[in-house]
């Protein structure tokens, strides 16, 4: 079993730069598939970044491109998103996920393990 813990999240302003962080239980996280998700309110879960170490393969979606930046440290078994550039749509709340099944896969019900997910509001 896979424990996915986020932190970093909060209120920015439009224009800043936030850091989220997940904290993973797994030593062998290093093969494992890893994501960051995000849904809005009233909205449906969709991924931001998806990474698969076997591969070397990342997926960034549409308005993640330029933007954020997803960052792995085995040794310390985290896994980031730097996230640039921030703007009111990206206000949502932001989950770390985890899966042991490839080949990578972008839609949320393919991925097995989640974190709670952190709170990232961008206002004015």
């Known amino acids: 079993q896979v424990q996915l813990v986020e932190s970093g999240g909060g209120l920015v302003q439009p224009g800043d730069s936030l850091r989220l962080s997940c904290a993973s239980s797994e030593r062998t996280r290093s093969a494992l598939l890893m994501a960051w998700f995000r849904q809005a309110p009233g909205q449906e879960r969709e991924v931001v970044v998806a990474?698969?170490?076997?591969?070397?393969?990342?997926y960034y979606a549409e308005f993640a491109r330029g933007r954020f930046a997803i960052e792995r440290d085995v040794a310390k078994n985290a896994l980031y998103l730097q996230m640039n550039s921030l703007n009111p749509d990206d206000t949502a709340k932001y989950f770390c996920?985890?899966?042991?099944?490839?080949?990578?896969?972008?839609?949320?019900?393919?991925?097995?393990?989640w974190g709670q997910g952190t709170q990232v509001t961008v206002s004015s």
């Open positions: 996920a985890a899966s042991n099944a490839g080949p990578l896969d972008i839609r949320p019900s393919k991925w097995e393990y």
């Open positions: 990474t698969n170490p076997r591969t070397d393969y990342t």
